[in-house]
């Protein structure tokens, strides 16, 4: 896991076309604003073969955004144009992983490394909100919240958010509109959250130039 450079550009991209085939993916002109707004916040795995995943993210001042809201709105549709340093909140924008590498660790490398940050900053939580990509099978049964709640409580499995609460993430709600155009999930994403056990409130949120992953 390292941070993303500018030469990874293309090569991220075609790796999120071939992960969510039927979601438009990010232009270079996004990718670079990502990197050029929040370096720090924008990390790839990769192996000898080359990238195999992305995780990006900004910071937010959290009250701000409390409210439903959707990955565009939050995001500056990919600009990043909402990140404040002024903030205490890790926003998770993106994660994706090589479909053929799912199930052996990447993600949970990512998480990793989005957890180093959170304590390199000395930022006290990360929000993020993932995708519901198993509920709909249950649309015509069930609202998305009933969905994530029978995942939560173990009657359900859905690989996103089973996979978030395997990583430590706490269960908040459901954002419904989040992305509109992610059919699998109706539109509809689970918000949770990290603490940062090493967060200390008398000391300053810091964005270090080179934070060791």
């Known amino acids: ?20 085939p039927s979601i438009p993916p990010w232009n270079p002109r996004r990718l670079q604003e990502q990197l050029e707004v929040f370096p720090q916040g924008q990390i ?3 192996n000898e073969d080359g990238l195999v ?13 409390a409210e439903a809201h ?5 995001t500056g549709a990919g600009t990043f144009d909402n990140h404040n340093p002024e ?25 990793n490394g989005r957890r180093t940050l959170c304590r390199a900053m000395n930022l ?29 409580w173990g009657d359900l499995t859905d690989p996103v958010l089973n996979f978030q609460l395997k990583e430590g993430f706490s269960y908040c709600g459901v954002m419904e509109g989040y992305i509109p155009e992610d059919h699998d999930s109706r539109g509809n994403a689970s918000l949770i959250v990290w603490l940062n056990p ?14 060791v992953l």
């Open 198 to 211: 090493d967060y200390d409130p008398t000391r300053p949120t810091t964005i270090p130039e080179n934070i």
């Open 44 to 46: 790839v795995a990769e």
């Open 87 to 111: 903030g205490l909140t890790l926003y998770g924008a993106e994660v994706f992983v090589d479909p053929n590498l799912q199930g052996q660790g990447v993600g949970h490398l990512l998480y």
């Open 70 to 74: 959707s990955w565009k709105e939050i």
């Open 124 to 152: 006290k939580r990360i929000i993020a909100c993932g995708r519901l990509p198993g509920y709909d099978a249950y649309a015509s049964q069930m609202s998305a919240e009933l969905y994530a709640q029978k995942v939560v």
């Open 1 to 20: 896991v390292r941070h993303t450079r500018a030469e990874d550009i293309a090569n991220l991209i075609a790796l999120q076309a071939r992960v969510y």
């Open 53 to 65: 995943g992305c995780a990006s993210s900004l910071i937010v001042l959290w009250d701000d955004w």
